[in-house]
């Protein structure tokens, strides 16, 4: 009964992260972390939302926006962008048809732009098995293979999206990753990175992604980054603590 609920809110949460969240603001434009790398440059994470913006009725892709974000939220955090760098965007999707619009977007500005940068999708679905539900030692089982059953699989994820953060190029890169609303699908993905390189508290993450949110993410997207939290102190021992925030309880 509990997973059918989630189910249910999952769907619900969905519909409305499609109807209202898709367009560029500022607030949800974040540097994460910044990579020195051994030629000289440095490589930059940042997570957001959809970037594009509406003019006279037509939605385009934001750029010059995205840009001016990304460089005013490094300046508060005292990082001074270099002024020329290529991006790589990634965008969070459940692959459904109402997002195939945006993604259309996206892929046309860049294949025209290749100079840009370029970009990509990943299918990011969450959980719906709540750990907090389990016996300790089911938990323990499952973390440890997580990769084996997990559809986000962000035993790999996260240390991907670190080496294409730690890979050198001619030119910085920018490594942006969104979903729609910049709330839920890369509140799981950047929830997840901050356990792993910047020592963040499961409940840390959490309380994270809701300040930027403004509000608590999607159940699933938790469950996903909890799951995540738990292969951690688990399959590579990290001294983590992953007990569920009050929100969540």
């Not at 059953?149 to 990753?177: A, C, G, K, V």
């Amino acid at each position: 009964m509990k997973i059918i609920l989630n189910l249910i809110i999952l769907i619900l949460s969905i519909s409305v992260i499609l109807i209202n969240g898709d367009y560029l603001e500022y607030r949800k434009v974040h540097l994460v972390d910044q990579v020195s790398l051994s030629n000289g440059n440095t490589n930059y994470i940042f997570r957001g939302n959809e970037p594009s913006v509406n003019i006279n009725g037509t939605k385009y892709f934001a750029y010059e926006e995205l840009i001016k974000c990304m460089v005013n939220n490094s300046l508060t955090t005292g990082v001074k962008l270099p002024p020329q760098f290529t991006i790589v965007d990634i965008k969070l999707i459940y692959g459904l048809k109402d997002e195939e619009p945006d993604i259309e977007l996206e892929q046309t500005f860049f294949n025209a732009n290749p100079q840009f940068g370029q970009f990509g999708t990943n299918v990011t679905l969450g959980d719906l098995w709540d750990p907090n539900f389990l016996p300790e030692r089911d938990v323990k089982s499952w973390a440890l293979n997580l990769s084996d059953w997990q559809h986000d699989n962000l035993p790999y994820r996260i240390p991907f999206y670190r080496n294409i953060l730690s890979t050198e190029h001619d030119l910085p890169l920018i490594l942006y990753i969104h979903c729609e609303c910049g709330c839920d699908r890369t509140g799981e993905v950047f929830a997840s990175y901050a356990m792993k390189y910047l020592g963040y508290s499961f409940k840390e993450a959490m309380d994270w992604d809701y300040s930027i949110a403004g509000r608590r993410i999607m159940i699933n997207h938790q469950f996903a980054a909890q799951w995540y939290c738990y292969y951690l102190q688990v399959a590579e021992e990290m001294t983590i603590d992953c007990s569920a925030p009050p929100l969540l309880e």
